[in-house]
């Protein structure tokens, strides 16, 4: 199913471009969101979609200048921020090669629009969980526990509770604290199913890598390991392990 080049109308474009992604043609799609923005007066969640294609297919550079623009016609929108924050942990993922100073500096931005998020909309669980996550991945132990402990009334699905139970347990056994027995229910048992898409824990695997690799096995990496395999041990599939 390929673009139509006889489909003039935007809101016609948008139609086609929708069904284009709903068959997984991303690029085709992207090709036509192109054409819609091009015809279009500037729009907030028309530049989000077209980021979100931009980050899908690998144009990172671009979706992250969707969003920028996207945020400067509509700042309040929390939603914006979150997608930003994403991007620009895929980013950072997607370069192996990058020094520790820059994938701090990579880290903090992620970090202030996912804080960004939060303060717009509190609701947002995904965006505190990938604040949680974006601590552990700056070795940041004490903020991560602490945002572990501020997101709980916000986390209100099975799945997420089972992943910020993950995320909490790795930066507590990382600051050696004690993990009690409510903090670690959720990973006992595997009556809690995920999908491979559920989240993507590259980023975790990559972290463990770097502190065995640092540290070697110590008790405090060895723990954070076995929390680790308790986790993944929910996925009905083998989860998604690139950034």
Known sequence: MKPTPNSQEPYALLQHAELLINAGQLPDALI????IIEQSRPASY????????????????????DYDQAIKLSPDDASLYCDRG???????????????????????QVVDNYQACVERD???????????????????????????????????????????????????CLAGDDINDEDEAPLHGVSIRLGPTTWCIAE???????????????QKVALAIKIHQRFLGNFDEEPIRVG
């Open 122 to 172: 509190p609701t947002n669980a995904s965006a505190w969980l990938a604040l949680v996550e974006a601590y552990l991945l700056q070795h940041d132990w004490d903020m991560a526990i602490a945002t572990y402990a501020l997101c709980q009334p916000y986390i209100n699905t099975d799945q997420y509770l089972l992943v910020r139970a993950w995320l909490g347990c790795l930066a507590m």
């Open 204 to 218: 975790i695997d990559g972290l463990l890598d770097e502190l065995k690799s640092a540290q070697g096995i110590t």
């Open 46 to 65: 028309l530049l989000q979609r077209r980021g979100w294609l931009r980050r899908l297919t690998g144009d990172f550079t671009g979706a992250n200048a």
């Open 86 to 108: 994403a991007c620009l942990s895929h980013r950072m993922s997607n370069m192996p090669d990058l020094d520790r100073q820059m994938k701090m500096e990579c880290l903090e």
């Open 32 to 35: 036509l969101y192109d054409r």
